[in-house]
Every structure is written in C-alpha cells, then in structure tokens.
C-alpha cells in the first residue's frame, strides 16, 4: 500500500440498482488531486508543449468509507494499492482516506486588496 496526500473535491454516494445486463453498484466516488505534503503537487504549471495543469484522479470506494469523509473540499492521507486496469495496465486506486485538514478554494491574492 502507498500514501499520498489529496486534495479531495468531490465525494458522492453511489447506489444503482441490478438491472438485466448488470450488477448493483454501491459505494462511494471520489475525485481528487495529488496534493504532496505541502500543496507543491498543485501549484501553477504552464508547459511549452501545451500541457499545463493537473489532471484529476477518481477513484470508487466500499460504501463503509463514506464515514471517514468528513469535509469537501478537503485534504485526505489517500491510501492507494496497484491494480491492474481494464486496458491491462497499470492503475494507482483509492482505497482509503483519513482526513487531515479543510480546504477552501478561493482565487490567488493579485497583490491588488479588495474593493
């Protein structure tokens, strides 16, 4: 197992039920970002190459994790276990998280003050 720090911005119960073609899915979806220790994962970043950002990260968890998400917008010590994906690759997933600290998302201070 891998810990990584998170930034979690959504979380949401998922409860479909068993149908012809396929089996009930309950649980939990996360959407996240890779946080780092201090937020250097999400720092601005514009690329020459035309790449520029983070992409997110989502992850489906047993519905006994929706308890343990205690605040959206939020920063979470995700754990993580290497899967291997429909495609027959490689996948980090989301197994856990454990909640450190509240977020808030607000625009970067333009060095201008408030009017």
Same mark, same amino acid.
């Given at each position: 197992?891998?810990?990584?720090?998170?930034?979690?911005?959504?979380?949401?119960?998922?409860?479909?039920?068993?149908?012809?073609?396929?089996?009930? *899915?309950?649980?939990?979806?996360? !959407?996240?970002?890779?946080?780092?220790?201090?937020?250097?994962?999400? !720092?601005?970043?514009?690329?020459?190459?035309?790449?520029?950002?983070?992409?997110?990260?989502?992850?489906?968890?047993? !519905?006994?994790?929706?308890?343990?998400?205690?605040? *959206?917008?939020?920063?979470?010590?995700?754990?993580? !276990?290497?899967?291997?994906?429909?495609?027959?690759?490689?996948?980090?997933?989301? *197994?856990?998280?454990?909640?450190?600290?509240?977020?808030?998302?607000?625009?970067?201070?333009?060095?201008?003050?408030?009017?």
């Amino acid at each position: 197992m891998n810990k990584f720090r998170i930034f979690l911005y959504y979380s949401g119960l998922v409860d479909m039920k068993a149908t012809e073609t396929r089996d009930a *899915v309950k649980g939990v979806s996360m !959407e996240f970002l890779f946080y780092g220790e201090h937020g250097e994962q999400v !720092e601005p970043t514009v690329s020459a190459d035309g790449v520029s950002g983070t992409r997110r990260g989502k992850s489906f968890l047993s !519905e006994d994790k929706l308890h343990k998400v205690s605040y *959206v917008p939020g920063i979470y010590d995700g754990t993580f !276990e290497m899967t291997v994906g429909s495609d027959g690759k490689p996948v980090l997933k989301l *197994v856990d998280v454990d909640f450190v600290d509240a977020a808030v998302i607000s625009p970067k201070d333009s060095g201008k003050g408030a009017k």
